[in-house]
């Protein structure tokens, strides 16, 4: 049953637009938007989450709009435990994280396949803003890259990462680094075959040194976020740091993938980058 319509039966009296239409699930936790109108029977909807599904543990609300350097999401637990720590699984990779200290989007487990997909035997790839480790996991899991390298500023999702690659400890070829994007990369041999900017704000700062660890001929996926169905400030952002580096890049798509609210979405542009 779609719980629109479970709470529809439980709450006459709200407008059934007005009442939550789904949740995301990490681990065993259920996060759920709620409206004004469903504010005041907020514990009674987290208790028939729990109850119509026994896998839950937890039901927190969204407290607020991503933010901070580290883009954590507030979050408040309005029935069951009284934790936001939790164990995911995505891809075939298991993920330790803390909803309350570390940012992790389960809507982009469809995205970190499709990167996967395309990485082809023997390619070292770089993931700037690795977060957890998500990216760099499903990567070494489903491909055979030769090697795969995550750069993570907060300390927080770092140490989980780390906790993360010895939870998949079949796994090889994983390297993660905690610190500052430009500064980590710049310890690291160039050359990479394929290179990701995550950070869904403010990735523009990191495209000087993803486009110097690239190697000639080798795949930018540039991440965005922008107004749905406008994708010129993303490509622009690309174009003007290949032109001051004195290289060229060949657009091989724009791809949506996710989005933050009915106007704004997430995209990827992905381009192979070279000499001008």
């Known amino acids: ?9 439980h709450f006459p009296r709200v407008d059934p637009v007005r009442l939550p239409g789904g949740f995301d699930r990490v681990g065993d936790i259920a996060v759920i938007g709620m409206t004004p109108e469903a504010a ?21 609300k969204r407290d607020g709009e991503h933010g901070g350097e580290y883009r ?13 720590r939790t164990v995911h699984r995505e891809n075939g990779v298991l993920l330790h994280l803390d909803l309350a200290l570390v940012y992790y989007s389960v809507r982009s487990a469809h995205e970190r396949a499709r990167i996967a ?29 030769a090697e795969v390298i ?16 010895r939870a998949n400890r079949t796994l090889r070829g994983v390297r993660l680094h905690g610190g500052d994007g430009a500064r980590v990369l710049a310890t690291l041999a160039p050359g990479f075959d394929r290179m990701l900017i995550v950070l869904p704000h403010g990735g523009e700062s990191l495209l000087p040194c ?17 107004a749905k169905g406008c994708h010129r400030d993303a490509r622009a952002a690309v174009e003007a740091a290949c032109r001051a580096q004195g290289l060229r890049m ?6 949506p ?11 990827c542009v992905e381009a192979v980058i070279g000499p001008a």
């Not at 395309?118 to 770089?126: F, T």
């Not at 750069?151 to 906790?163: C, R, T, Y």
């Open 150 to 165: 995550g750069i993570e500023k907060n300390p927080v999702a770092h140490d989980f990462a780390l906790m993360n690659l």
């Open 210 to 226: 993803g486009l110097t660890a690239l190697k000639p001929g080798g795949i930018l996926h540039f991440y965005a976020m922008q």
């Open 257 to 267: 993938c996710g989005h933050c609210g009915p106007a704004v979405h997430r995209v």
């Open 117 to 145: 997909a395309l990485v082809e035997p023997g390619e070292r790839v770089c993931v700037l803003c690795s977060g957890i480790g998500p990216f760099p996991l499903v990567i070494a899991r489903h491909s055979r890259a």
């Open 72 to 84: 954590i999401l507030p979050l408040a637990v309005i029935a069951g435990e009284q934790r936001l």
């Open 40 to 60: 005041p029977f907020e514990r009674e909807i987290g208790e028939l989450l729990l109850a119509h599904h026994p896998h839950l543990k937890v039901v927190a």
């Open 250 to 255: 060949e657009e091989l798509g724009v791809v």
């Open 1 to 9: 049953m779609q719980l629109r319509t479970l709470l529809a039966r």
